[in-house]
């Protein structure tokens, strides 16, 4: 199975800064992977898919970079709407994995 | 607008079984992989099973192969999942998903006696 480690598992931060979220896989998943968003009661919300491309309707500045096993999730300019959960996960092959995730509050 | 929406969750004894559904509506259905994934409480997502298009393949997680089975009827735009021999690290929150862009909101299996 491949393993998706995710750090940090938390994080705070203030409005306005920029703020780096990471993945390691255990071996090379190429560009398979997806990064989703999820706030409390409600389903993850897919956010970047295949590594760096981002979702339709998901606000700029969320981006993806990343190819084999290291990839990033960045937000340019953190908004207090962005509190939530966010979860890398790998769709190279089954089993598909998530990372364990990382909570993210504001400053 | 999509929709996922899953039925079927509940309370079960352990060694029970159930049978979950999720009616889809708003996308291309048949032309998409689907997906059970679940969640306890507000931890981690664990990926359960996937089933192809034309449900002719099916994938599942260790921990769940050879009691569960997921299964679709795409003329009625639905996906199942068939849960047996039912443990109590099966509870969870179980949410229907279509390729990886549709997530439904989820149902509620609950294993205890």
């Known amino acids: 199975d491949i393993q998706m480690t995710q750090s940090p598992s938390s994080l705070s931060a203030s409005v306005g800064d920029k703020v780096t979220i990471t993945c390691r896989a255990s071996q090379s998943i190429v560009a398979y992977v997806n990064w989703y968003q999820q706030k409390p009661g409600t389903p993850p919300k897919l956010l970047i898919h295949s590594a760096a491309s981002l979702q339709s309707g998901v606000p700029s500045r969320f981006s993806g970079s990343g190819s084999g096993t290291d990839f990033t999730l960045t937000i340019s300019s953190l908004q207090p709407e962005d509190v939530a959960t966010y979860y890398c996960?790998?769709?190279?092959?089954?089993?598909?994995?998530f990372g364990q995730g990382t909570r993210l509050e504001i400053k | 607008e999509v929709q996922l929406v899953e039925s079927g969750g509940g309370l079960v004894q352990p060694g029970g079984s159930l049978r979950l559904s999720c009616a889809a509506s708003g996308f291309p259905f048949s032309g998409y992989y689907m997906h059970w994934v679940r969640q306890v409480s507000e931890k981690g997502l664990v990926w359960v099973s996937r089933?192809?298009?034309?449900?002719?393949?099916?994938a599942y997680a260790d921990s769940v192969k050879g009691r569960f089975t997921i299964s679709r009827d795409n003329a009625k735009n639905t996906v199942y999942l068939q849960m047996n021999n039912l443990r109590a690290d099966d509870t969870a929150v179980y949410h229907c998903v279509g390729g990886r862009d549709y997530w439904g909101q989820g149902t509620l299996v609950t294993v205890s006696s």
């Open positions: 996960q790998q769709s190279y092959s089954t089993p598909i994995t």
């Open positions: 089933i192809d298009p034309d449900g002719s393949t099916t």
